[in-house]
């Protein structure tokens, strides 16, 4: 009897890397800019660019509207999917146009997005840790931890302030309120870490 595990290939997904998820954004990026509409790097690519490089399989992008492009779906929470190619390989590129009760959320993190020194622009960390936050995906949770651990990358008190903008103070503070819980959560987590190492 063999003690080799068998992998069924069937159930692999092919990760990309950084490099080509980037392409694939610069090349959606071409497109809205030619439309004129406001279009950012986010999901796990711009993860990628801010240190932690998970496994991911397409690029996620927020953008003011849909592309004058062929889509390939329609998102459930608002946006279409698009397929361009890196290197003869077929990447899909999620533009989210939040239509549910996330819109102005997301709008408000799209209008705060940074720049990149390619030219693209890039959700902030504060408005990731929102958006992980706001998820339910497991994957997300890990973000949502790991941009928390990071030296001087998370400005938590901008959190605040950028939500109170984004959907008003009450809404805001029940919140920031819950997230709050996941800045322990994280801190606890470091602490952990380091006396295990002892550091």
């Known amino acids: 009897m063999s003690n080799k595990v068998k992998i069924d290939s069937s159930s692999l997904e092919d990760s990309i890397s950084t490099a080509v998820g980037v392409q694939a954004a610069e090349q959606i990026k071409q497109t809205a800019d030619e439309t004129r509409i406001g279009i950012a790097l986010a999901g796990g690519i711009a993860m990628h660019v801010y240190g932690f490089t998970r496994a991911t399989t397409d690029v996620d992008m927020l953008a003011e509207s849909v592309l004058p492009l062929t889509s390939i779906k329609e998102l459930s929470f608002g946006g279409e999917t698009y397929t361009v190619t890196v290197d003869g390989r077929n990447i899909s590129v999620d533009v989210i146009v939040r239509d549910d009760e996330l819109a102005a959320i997301y709008q408000k ?3 705060q997005a940074m720049e990149t020194e390619r030219g693209l622009k890039i959700i902030s960390p504060e408005w990731l840790v929102v958006m992980k936050f706001l998820s339910a995906l497991a994957k997300d949770k890990i973000d949502l931890l790991w941009l928390l651990q990071q030296d001087k990358l998370v400005d938590r008190s901008k959190i605040e302030r950028n939500l109170i903008e984004a959907v008003g103070s009450q809404t805001a503070y029940f919140i920031f309120n819950d997230l709050k ?15 295990k190492y002892g550091e």
């Open 109 to 111: 993190a799209l209008e």
């Open 181 to 195: 819980s996941e800045f322990s959560y994280a801190d606890f987590l470091l602490v952990r870490e380091k006396d």
